[in-house]
């Protein structure tokens, strides 16, 4: 079984440029996270789909970040514009069910330098 | 405010003893427990879990011990591997909160000297 895919897996922008992050999750799983690590921290969820639809985006700033799953299967998260703040590395994860005791499994993760 | 804490940044360990790593959190609404173990340039793994009906999980050389009543919660590696040498995260969610929304703790860095 393929995990979740996710490219590219370096960047590097200036300040004010625009990014975009892309991942494929595994085959069936309805729930997508993007999560934010910054560094010596733990993951912090930015926005969690279930199929197309967001269930939680609470923690997303919308000023400057979207994030959208066409079809409900792949998924993108842009930044635009960035700041220097958002260096970190951006992990998604899918997994088969929402709402109940599910394992969550994580691509590699994009690292993303804002300079 | 964290509401998942791992106080210890690191922990080194000698092979084939014992690792434990140890996880508080504040939230009492929290009801299931994961570990998760991080390599360098690679996404977090799934490594043991943990409902908040029971106060241990075994599962070959890891066993995850709950305490409710101190909101604490430890991971005990025996006996450990070099290959163990890893970031693990402790982290929770609410069942029928955000929908399997996890919180994440910082991470403790483990390293196994053989």
């Known amino acids: 079984e393929a995990g979740v895919a996710q490219s590219p897996r370096y960047k590097i922008i200036e300040k004010r440029q625009s990014v975009a992050f892309w991942c494929n999750p595994i085959?069936?799983?309805?729930?997508l996270y993007w999560y934010q690590q910054i560094l010596g921290q733990g993951p912090k969820l930015l926005i969690q789909f279930q199929n197309n639809g967001v269930v939680d985006d609470s923690q997303l700033p919308k000023d400057r970040f979207s994030a959208e799953r066409l079809k409900g299967v792949d998924s993108t998260l842009k930044i635009q514009p960035a700041k220097l703040e958002d260096s970190a590395v951006y992990l998604c994860a899918s997994s088969s069910t929402s709402g109940i005791y599910n394992e969550q499994f994580f691509g590699p993760g994009t690292r993303l330098t804002v300079l | 405010d964290q509401q998942v804490k791992q106080n210890s940044p690191s922990l080194s360990v000698q092979e084939g003893r014992i690792s434990i790593l140890n996880c508080d959190y504040t939230?009492?609404?929290?009801?299931?427990f994961l570990w998760y173990k991080k390599y360098p340039a690679e996404g977090p793994t799934f490594l043991i879990s943990?409902?908040?009906?029971?106060d241990k999980n075994e599962d070959g050389r890891f066993t995850v011990f709950l305490n409710k009543s101190a909101k604490h919660l430890s991971l005990h590696i025996v006996p450990s591997q070099p290959g163990d040498s890893a970031v693990y995260f402790c982290?929770?969610?609410?069942?029928?909160?955000?929908?399997?929304?996890?919180?994440f703790g910082k991470g403790t860095k483990l390293s196994v000297k053989p």
């Open positions: 943990i409902s908040s009906i029971k």
């Open positions: 982290a929770a969610s609410v069942y029928g909160g955000s929908q399997g929304n996890l919180i």
């Open positions: 939230n009492s609404m929290f009801d299931y």
């Open positions: 085959s069936g799983h309805a729930t």
